[in-house]
């Protein structure tokens, strides 16, 4: 069945039905490379679902004050609950073995000037952990210190945009801008993966901010990084304890829920693992759909092939070919039409991911990809089912009498 | 050559079943040209079918060549085909996307000689019909008399035990019926056994011997003094 005589034979079928062939190779290449190039951007979304959602680290708890809803230890309902700094210091020495670092934040919104712009930006007053917690990248300088901290130093961090809405082209390191009432000194530029938003801050010494505010010790929240070893059950005994006592030390019912709230980013990344999950299943639910669209199509073909050729098959087995010999000829015909034309059509689909890179990005298409296990095995799939459906209405010309075949006009 | 002994053949049309051949007895030595008459109806052609074993019979017995015919299936009547028959058709059956040269050589590579062989093997027979300089030439670039004369080169090629021609000069105007029915009486001049079907007295008597059908029996066998056909191809 595979002599050089019958691939003689099928090269020159091919070379001669040029329409028929390139029609059914079209076929295939083009649904093998819609599919990788669809399966691609899929990942390419996946990928930036990812840096959207997942850019923060993960190990750490949000911790906000609230109202108390119920009565307790003498206190009415309805207190209003404020962190302070001992707060800080008491989570670090209670909660050793969990703790990585305990950070401040102080939300603020001020005025800012240099050399005559000026417009509203939003500061946050942090430790040097926090740097950490946001997977804030520093573009120029440094980020703040525990020096800053420590000595109350009117250091700031800039984000990119605040840099490049007051500076322009200037160097912003080491001058002075004007925020609020006060004059503060640039020591950092930085940048942030999660978008724009966060590149319109301002990062300074919460105990600057504290001195600036009547030297109180008042925080707005508190964020407890713990070690990432701790896997989620343990993240979530660690919650559960940080959470009582701090109910404790608040004077908080320990039944109320509203004295304090807790946001586990380690809940929330499954959750958005979960929706990451979805999207993969979109993602394959329209990879497979396209697939089926094309093995759909070259089977039409393949079906239309065969009628077409219906009377040259009877001719031929007039002539003395065997059922088999016309079922061979014909599935060897479309198993190397679509082998060809699938590779071919996966490897242009492979380049054009390749090529795109990042340049889609404006779409939220970040660096498509497809593997390449799942790239041969739809093509593979997609052979296979030529393959099959070109030898089923193979399989019945083969079987018509030849004189029924030849009446076949 | 070929032996046939009461031959049955019909066919179901829905609930009705039409039956065609009622009762064939016939014998055909070696080296006859035999005519099949009939008008059309008269089941001629289907008993040249089921001497080619393009279809089959429903009862009676077929020996071609000291071989009993029976029970075949399509592998094995293909096989029967390609070793003991030839075939020329009315409407040639040429295949288009192959040239003369090519069509000549399609049953020599179901015999399963090697590529050179076959190319020599159909350049000689496309010359005996008169046509080496078409070699090259498709189907749709050759008139009808050429086109039935490759379809009969291509049938002698395999060099067929008996030739079957069904209505060959059905689709030809009366000069070119008369070179490709000169052409058949040179193959049997040199010793091969052919049956043309026709409806046409004088295609029929350029033959040997006519077998006359009528409503599937045989009504008249007999044999005539042949026209031969003069032809400068």
Known sequence: ?409 | MISIKDLHKSYKMGDNSLHVLKGIDLDIDEGELVAIMGSSGSGKSTLLNILGMLDLADEGKYILDNVLIEGLNETTAANYRNQFLGFVFQSFNLINYKNALENVALPLYYQGFGRKIRQTKALEYLEKVGLKDWATHLPSELSGGQKQRVAIARAMASQPKVLLADEPTGALDSKTSNEVMSLIQQINHEGKTILVVTHELDIAHMCKRIVTLKDGVIVEDQKVDQVIVESHV
Not at chain 1, 64 to 90: H, V
């Open chain 1, 1 to 409: 069945m595979f002599s050089r005589d019958s691939w003689q034979e099928i090269f020159e079928t091919i070379r001669k039905n040029k329409l028929r062939t390139s029609l059914s190779g079209f076929t295939v290449a083009l649904g093998i490379f819609i599919f990788i190039v669809l399966f691609g951007f899929g990942n390419g979304l996946k990928n930036s679902f990812k840096q959207f959602f997942l850019d923060d680290a993960t190990n750490t708890l949000w911790v906000y004050p609230g109202k108390t809803s119920k009565p307790y230890r003498g206190f009415k309902a309805n207190r209003r609950i404020e962190f302070e700094n001992s707060d800080l210091k008491d989570i670090k020495e209670n909660f050793k073995f969990f703790v990585e670092d305990v950070t401040p934040r102080i939300n603020r919104s001020s005025r800012v000037r240099y050399k005559g712009k000026s417009d509203n930006y939003s500061s946050r007053a942090v430790a040097p952990g926090h740097q950490y917690i946001e997977k804030t990248i520093i573009m120029k300088g440094r980020f703040i210190n525990e020096d800053d901290v420590v000595n109350k130093t009117k250091n700031i961090v800039i984000g990119r945009l605040v840099s490049q809405d007051l500076f322009k082209d200037e160097d912003p390191i080491g001058k002075y801008l004007e925020m609020g009432t006060s004059a503060f000194k640039v020591v950092g530029v930085f940048q942030d993966q999660s978008g724009d938003r966060e590149e319109r801050l301002i990062y300074m010494p919460y105990t600057t901010r504290q001195l600036l505010e009547k030297n109180n010790d008042k925080v707005n929240s508190i964020i407890v990084s713990f070690r990432s070893d701790l896997g989620y059950a343990t993240a979530l005994v660690f919650e559960k304890q940080l959470r009582l006592f701090l109910k404790n030390k608040k004077d908080i019912d320990p039944r109320d829920n509203n004295g304090i709230r807790i946001r586990n980013v380690a809940d929330q990344i499954r959750q958005n693992q979960q929706f990451a999950n979805v999207l993969q299943i979109i993602v394959a639910f329209v990879g497979i759909g396209t697939l089926i669209a094309g093995i759909i199509g070259i089977s039409n073909i393949m079906v239309f092939v065969v009628k077409e050729r219906t009377k040259e098959l009877g001719v031929r087995k007039a002539l003395g070919a065997t059922p088999k010999s016309v079922i061979g000829m014909v599935l060897q015909e479309s198993i190397f039409i679509t082998a060809l034309s699938g590779i071919s059509g996966m490897i242009c689909g492979i380049a054009l991911l390749r090529n795109l890179g990042d340049r889609l990005e404006e779409f939220f298409i970040i660096d498509p990809y497809i593997d390449n296990i799942t790239a041969v095995v739809a093509t593979v799939l997609l052979i296979l089912f030529g393959a099959i459906a070109g030898y089923l209405p193979a399989k019945r010309a083969a079987l018509i009498k030849p004189i029924v075949a030849l009446r076949d006009e």
